[in-house]
């Protein structure tokens, strides 16, 4: 059995270290562990979230 505690703030961290706050918005996307939406001032988005796989962030952008 494997815990998500603790991960949503490693995905926080993440986008932090990623990103300016003030140019993006971030909402809650649970279709994902510990996801993320996040939303660029150009309507571009992608999804930040915890892989329960690899153990680690991942992310994946808005597909065309």
Not at 10 to 24: S, T, Y
Not at 26 to 52: A, H, S, Y
Request: charged share 35%.
């Amino acid at each position: 059995m494997f815990s998500l505690e603790g991960n949503e703030e490693k995905v926080m961290e993440w986008i932090d270290d990623h990103f300016d706050l003030n140019e993006i918005e971030i909402e809650d996307f649970p279709f994902f562990p510990n996801g993320k939406l996040i939303r660029d001032k150009q309507g571009e988005t992608m999804v930040v979230f915890w892989c329960v796989i690899y153990g680690r962030v991942d992310y994946r952008f808005q597909e065309a």
